[in-house]
């Protein structure tokens, strides 16, 4: 099927049209309330430009959970820790999980996520293009924290399937979704960069279950400059709505470096967005019409109509696997970054152009159903990825590399961007992580950061927590 895109020429605005939002309703602001020290030694060494324990794509690194906050992490000697706080508190607890990181490689992060339906925290951890480690805790601590003490008692043994499941020898990217009734879902990769697909697999309580893959590698995607056949799908993050809906943004990343300009650069290209009503089953693209059934032999694929919401080759190193989130109205909002094409038409080193030109762009669904852009005015000077959260008035804030904070109002239709928090004094060493399920519990951004170091010498990790609007 030929492919089109759904980018009406009114999106390539840099102004947004004015929202709705009740005149009564503050614009967006970050007060900071405090910081706390995760580890005052945590294993530093840099790889793929980024920190193992500050990485975008994990789902989640920090998170909260009725009164108490999470934070996991590997430390100097390498073991794999969780550590918890009451919601407020100075100091954290720590337990190691039976597991050390196994190789100086980024990816292998740490991803946590909670079963609502049986009260257990889960992790997964350790994996790129292999195998992983999965350790979960007993049933109920996450119930009762005030009451059940933090000991490595309270978590099982590391293994190496999903309580005997088995997906493949080839694990990436681990996310933990809570559906709407309380089980866990687990997205991850299968295979490798540039020749992969994204896949499924669903916790009930009882036992996990394999969905299967979603997302296809094949089809032909050709550029001005060539053609590739093979690709993977890089999700920006997979999020259920207040509503059940389940949301994806993504951009594609080419196998065949024949797609760009020149050698140096990267094949990502274009920003697409798929979604599902039965709990990641079957994607629609934006019109609403199924592209993929999870499992299924008919997969998202390259050459699927409808799924491009922002177009862009592969000539302006464009990130993978930045950023998004939902708003209370159900809509989608994302971060995505590149080099705009007022600084030439053709990257040729997409870490360099990206420190020296790279700029960050908020996607976003509006009320009329249109797609929106606006380019926010802070250069990134990183190579590296921002984080996107909403506060419970619809402001956006956008936390860039080195834990800087710029913020829209929704009254502004996000036309609005401005530097709200200049990172001074963390001296963090580049990409952050956000605790997006803090936010509506107590009106607090939490961001994980680690101090800059160089070499293998180990530096501090903390949380900062800035106070939203009220």
Same mark, same amino acid.
């Given at each position: 099927?030929?492919?089109?895109?759904?980018?009406?020429?009114?999106?390539?605005?840099?102004?947004?049209?004015?929202?709705?939002?009740?005149?009564?309703?503050?614009?967006?602001?970050?007060?900071?309330?405090?910081?706390?020290?995760?580890?005052?030694?945590?294993?530093?060494?840099?790889?793929?430009?980024?920190?193992?324990?500050?990485?975008?794509?994990?789902?989640?690194?920090?998170?909260?959970? %009725?009164?108490?906050?999470?934070?996991?992490?590997?430390?100097?000697?390498?073991?794999?820790?969780?550590?918890?706080?009451?919601?407020?508190?100075?100091?954290?607890?720590?337990?190691?999980?039976?597991?050390?990181?196994?190789?100086?490689?980024?990816?292998?992060?740490?991803?946590? *996520?909670?079963?609502?339906?049986?009260?257990?925290?889960?992790?997964?951890?350790?994996?790129?293009?292999?195998?992983?480690?999965?350790? %979960?805790?007993?049933?109920?601590?996450?119930?009762?924290?005030?009451?059940?003490?933090?000991?490595?008692?309270?978590?099982?043994?590391?293994?190496?399937?999903?309580?005997?499941?088995?997906?493949?020898?080839?694990?990436?990217?681990?996310?933990?979704?809570?559906?709407?009734?309380?089980?866990?879902?687990?997205?991850?990769?299968?295979?490798?960069?540039?020749? *992969?697909?994204?896949?499924?697999?669903?916790?009930?309580?009882?036992?996990?279950?394999?969905?299967?893959?979603?997302?296809?590698?094949?089809?032909?995607?050709?550029?001005?400059?060539?053609?590739?056949?093979?690709?993977?799908?890089?999700?920006?993050?997979?999020?259920?709505?207040?509503?059940?809906?389940?949301?994806?943004?993504?951009?594609?990343?080419?196998?065949?470096?024949?797609?760009?300009?020149?050698?140096?650069?990267?094949?990502?290209?274009?920003?697409?967005?798929?979604?599902?009503?039965?709990?990641?089953?079957?994607?629609?693209?934006?019109?609403?019409?199924?592209?993929?059934?999870?499992?299924?032999?008919?997969?998202?694929?390259?050459?699927?109509?409808?799924?491009?919401?922002?177009?862009?080759?592969?000539?302006?190193?464009?990130?993978?696997?930045?950023?998004?989130?939902?708003?209370?109205?159900?809509?989608?909002?994302?971060?995505?970054?590149?080099?705009?094409?007022?600084?030439?038409?053709?990257?040729?080193?997409?870490?360099?152009?990206?420190?020296?030109?790279?700029?960050?762009?908020?996607?976003?669904?509006?009320?009329?159903?249109?797609?929106?852009?606006?380019?926010?005015?802070?250069?990134?000077?990183?190579?590296?990825?921002? %984080?996107?959260?909403?506060?419970?008035?619809?402001?956006?804030?956008?936390?860039?590399?080195?834990?800087?904070?710029?913020?829209?109002?929704?009254?502004?239709?996000?036309?609005?961007?401005?530097?709200?928090?200049?990172?001074?004094?963390?001296?963090?060493?580049?990409?952050?992580?956000?605790?997006?399920?803090?936010?509506?519990?107590?009106?607090?951004?939490?961001?994980?950061?680690?101090?800059?170091?160089?070499?293998?010498?180990?530096?501090?990790?903390?949380?900062?927590?800035?106070?939203?609007? *009220?």
């Amino acid at each position: 099927m030929r492919r089109r895109t759904v980018l009406a020429t009114a999106l390539l605005a840099a102004v947004a049209t004015p929202g709705t939002a009740r005149a009564a309703d503050p614009g967006p602001s970050v007060t900071l309330t405090g910081t706390t020290t995760l580890d005052s030694q945590a294993i530093f060494f840099v790889s793929y430009d980024g920190l193992v324990n500050n990485n975008s794509f994990q789902k989640n690194g920090l998170l909260t959970y %009725k009164g108490y906050q999470y934070a996991v992490w590997y430390t100097a000697d390498r073991n794999a820790v969780v550590g918890r706080r009451a919601l407020g508190a100075s100091t954290w607890s720590t337990v190691k999980v039976g597991h050390t990181l196994r190789y100086n490689d980024s990816h292998n992060v740490i991803s946590m *996520g909670v079963s609502r339906v049986d009260g257990r925290l889960h992790l997964n951890m350790d994996s790129h293009s292999d195998g992983f480690t999965y350790v %979960k805790s007993v049933a109920g601590l996450m119930d009762n924290p005030a009451g059940l003490s933090w000991t490595a008692a309270r978590f099982g043994a590391p293994q190496s399937t999903l309580d005997g499941l088995a997906l493949t020898s080839q694990f990436t990217y681990p996310q933990f979704i809570a559906t709407p009734e309380g089980r866990l879902q687990l997205s991850y990769r299968v295979a490798v960069s540039g020749n *992969g697909r994204n896949a499924l697999a669903e916790y009930d309580g009882t036992k996990w279950t394999a969905l299967g893959e979603w997302t296809s590698s094949t089809g032909t995607y050709t550029s001005e400059h060539g053609s590739s056949t093979a690709r993977n799908m890089y999700l920006h993050g997979i999020d259920y709505d207040r509503g059940g809906r389940l949301h994806s943004f993504f951009t594609w990343r080419e196998q065949n470096g024949a797609v760009m300009c020149a050698g140096g650069g990267i094949t990502n290209h274009d920003t697409g967005y798929v979604w599902s009503d039965d709990r990641g089953r079957t994607w629609r693209n934006d019109a609403g019409t199924v592209v993929g059934t999870t499992g299924g032999s008919d997969r998202v694929s390259v050459t699927d109509a409808g799924l491009v919401v922002d177009p862009l080759n592969a000539d302006h190193s464009l990130m993978n696997q930045e950023s998004q989130f939902t708003d209370s109205a159900g809509r989608p909002h994302a971060i995505i970054s590149y080099v705009p094409g007022r600084f030439g038409q053709c990257t040729t080193n997409y870490v360099a152009d990206r420190t020296a030109n790279g700029r960050a762009f908020h996607v976003r669904k509006n009320a009329s159903g249109s797609w929106q852009k606006t380019e926010i005015p802070v250069p990134l000077k990183s190579s590296q990825r921002t %984080k996107l959260a909403l506060d419970k008035y619809d402001n956006a804030y956008a936390i860039l590399p080195f834990g800087r904070i710029a913020g829209a109002s929704k009254a502004s239709g996000y036309s609005d961007w401005t530097l709200l928090y200049d990172g001074a004094g963390l001296n963090a060493f580049g990409e952050v992580v956000i605790d997006e399920t803090r936010i509506a519990q107590d009106n607090v951004l939490s961001v994980m950061y680690q101090v800059k170091s160089s070499g293998t010498t180990p530096s501090a990790l903390r949380v900062v927590d800035f106070r939203l609007p *009220g």
